[in-house]
């Protein structure tokens, strides 16, 4: 840039158009204006959602000025979470002694995030499940067969339940018919939230969504992936978006919305004038994105669709029935106009067709059944879920919100999907709540939100934002501080319990733990037992975080155990011996077999290979993609790697 700078007459800031790009922009502009002063006589800002011929060309025949306003409210959440997250994830890491790459992070964003997942957690332990019984009939008339359910949903009580299924002998007659219609109105466009949380529904995670979004923005495919806004701006041309997308995949669908004499697209409740909400921007040729970036592009041109096609019609048809004196129900549904259904299948859930039937006409009973089951407690958040839960507490932003659960990924804080909390993170959370309720609560971040847009308005400056900031972290840092002994035992405490696997099988009186060998540094399962009552110890994998499972193997006994890092979590019993593990190791042996012998007949110079084999590690440290064979070291390089961004968070 300096040396570009030296040369030009003239400067166009065209970064992405948000606080962090402004602020990026603003950079950009000091570091230009350091070797060439005129520069700032001649400063634009070129301001675009999409990179498309169309946009670009747009952007730069209307250029604007570059917003210092904004980029300082951007500089301000920069410095603030700098300030909180370096600031507390030292003194909690040093409190516990969790340095180097183990090292346990706090933020303004991620604490009450986790915050949020361990409240959920200690609703599901508090949580008693309470019995009850559900009473069902199968009936048939006219050769049609349907079961029919108690108008009692739920028999809290086991004795009315059971009366209730003795009186059943038949037939059933129907005492009325019920058909109502309503509508099922179109989604809103996407913004970042919807999207992300659409596409955690076709299996990615929160932060991949993103990836893959940012992936498609670059190559000219969707509009620029983090906006707010659900109302797509009037300038925007939608039947030129249709006629684009006539030379794709999805040209039968675009045609049929083309035909359509007036389009009105949907509208969703969030309006901003920034950036339009995601939209299809070009075409992808063939072969050109990989299956999961595929996936995603389908997502946003089948939304686009939806949103522009008629609202969906859906049918909903009840039969109550009297069987010996009880009253019984049949629901069912079916969708009678598909309307925006047609285009966006995720959302559609099959019909459930009830039979034909008139008043006053009887069924034979040909079953009956009850079941007893328990209330169950409320489920964990999906990753989609969680970036909702947190838009509405204002935590974060559409840019960081996916990195941030991310982050509590890596840091050992959740696990699993939906998203469950470890011990650490559970204790962690407890520590905060306790010692310093700020940090663990929303209302200070949503404060941030509120004086940042003030910042961009210029109704506050940067300086009094960051210096209150600063205030309130004195205060927490103080009481946590005055009370650092009784937060590192508590964290501690999670920590310890993350490393007990289960009960050892050998002793049957002590745990099995996870213990580092001072000696060696690896890491190995022994008994706590050890040495009086029981020496048992089992191997572990160097690399990936273990966790417990509260599961034996019905082979051999030991523990299940859980191991992250790479795609997919897997899960083993301790025993290496264990019979299951038979197969894979005699396959295992083959393989290793197979592989010396051949590369004993081609390569007979040993220092050749370890050449090769110097090459092959490198690779896979830095580039994280190998071929099948190489998974585990993949795993083992991704753990522990930290994305860089929004650490701090
Ligand atoms: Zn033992
Ligand atoms: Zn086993």
Redesign the pocket.
């Known amino acids: 840039m300096r040396k570009l700078a030296t040369e030009a007459d003239e400067l166009v800031i065209a970064t992405d158009y948000d606080r962090e790009g402004e602020l990026i922009g603003l950079e950009a502009r000091d570091i230009a204006a350091g070797e060439n002063e005129s520069l700032l006589r001649h400063l634009r800002r070129a301001r675009f959602s999409a990179l498309t011929p169309g946009e670009i060309t747009r952007a730069f025949d209307s250029l604007e000025y570059l917003s210092e306003p904004l980029a300082w409210a951007g500089e301000a959440r920069q410095d603030i979470d700098l300030v909180w997250g370096a600031t507390l994830t030292r003194f909690v890491s040093l409190a516990t002694s969790r340095l180097g790459n183990q090292f346990l992070s706090v933020g303004r964003v991620q604490s009450p995030t986790l915050a949020l997942i361990v409240a959920r957690e200690m609703e599901r332990r508090a949580f008693v499940p309470e019995p009850y019984w559900v009473l069902t009939a199968d009936l048939e008339a006219d050769a049609q067969r349907f079961t029919a359910t108690h108008k009692e949903e739920r028999f809290l009580d086991q004795g009315a339940a059971e009366a209730a299924y003795e009186k059943l002998i038949g037939p059933a007659r129907v005492t009325q018919l019920k058909r109502t219609s309503r509508k099922v109105p179109r989604p809103a466009p996407f913004n970042t939230t919807s999207f992300i949380t659409s596409a955690t529904g076709v299996g990615l995670s929160a932060s991949a969504a993103m990836r893959v979004a940012e992936d498609l923005y670059m190559g000219g495919y969707i509009s620029y992936p983090r906006t707010d806004n659900t109302v797509y701006p009037n300038s925007l041309d939608l039947r030129e978006m249709l006629r684009i997308l006539t030379e794709s995949e999805f040209a039968a669908d675009a045609k049929r919305l083309l035909a359509s004499p007036k389009l009105s697209p949907s509208r969703g409740k969030k309006k901003t004038t920034d950036h339009p909400p995601i939209y299809p921007t070009g075409v992808p040729r063939k072969g050109a994105l990989d299956d999961r970036a595929r996936k995603v592009y389908e997502l946003v041109v089948r939304r686009f669709f939806a949103t522009l096609a008629d609202d969906a019609v859906m049918e909903s048809n009840r039969i109550d029935l009297d069987i010996d004196g009880e009253p019984f129900f049949v629901r069912g549904s079916r969708i009678t106009h598909a309307g925006w259904l047609a285009y966006y299948p995720y959302s559609r859930q099959k019909d459930a067709e009830l039979p034909h039937l008139a008043e006053g006409q009887e069924a034979q009973l040909v079953g009956k059944d009850l079941e007893g089951k328990e209330t169950q407690p409320p489920s964990r958040y999906g990753q989609g879920t969680l970036i909702e839960l947190m838009e509405a507490h204002n935590l974060g932003t559409k840019a960081t919100r996916h990195n941030i659960i991310q982050n509590l990924y890596d840091r050992g804080y959740t696990h699993g999907n939906p998203v469950e909390p470890t011990e650490t993170g559970v204790k962690m959370a407890e520590a905060l709540l306790e010692y310093a309720p700020l940090i663990a609560s929303p209302e200070m971040t949503a404060q941030l939100e509120r004086d940042m847009d003030a910042i961009a308005e210029e109704e506050q400056t940067k300086a009094h934002v960051v210096d209150t900031s600063r205030e309130l972290l004195r205060t927490a840092y103080k009481s946590l501080a005055e009370n650092k002994a009784a937060v590192a035992a508590k964290i501690f405490e999670g920590i310890t319990d993350d490393r007990i696997l289960g009960d050892c099988p050998t002793c049957g009186t002590h745990k099995l733990r996870i213990i580092k060998s001072k000696a060696t540094r690896k890491r190995f399962v022994g008994c706590e037992g050890y040495p009086e009552v029981c020496t048992q110890t089992y191997p572990l994998p160097q690399r990936g975080d273990i966790l417990a499972t509260g599961e034996?193997?019905?082979?051999?006994?030991?523990p299940?155990i859980k191991i992250l890092g790479g795609k997919r979590p897997w899960i083993?019993?301790?025993?290496p011996e264990?019979?299951?593990?038979a197969e894979y190791r005699e396959k295992q042996a083959a393989r290793l077999a197979a592989r010396a012998s051949g590369a004993a007949a081609k390569k007979p110079a040993a220092k050749k290979t370890a050449t090769a084999k110097r090459k092959t590690t490198k690779k896979t440290a830095t580039k994280k993609k190998v071929a099948a064979s190489k998974q585990t070291e993949t795993v083992m390089t991704s753990v522990g790697t930290s994305r860089g961004e929004d650490q701090n968070e």
């Open positions: 034996v193997c019905p082979s051999c006994g030991t299940r083993l019993c301790l025993d264990c019979p299951t593990k």
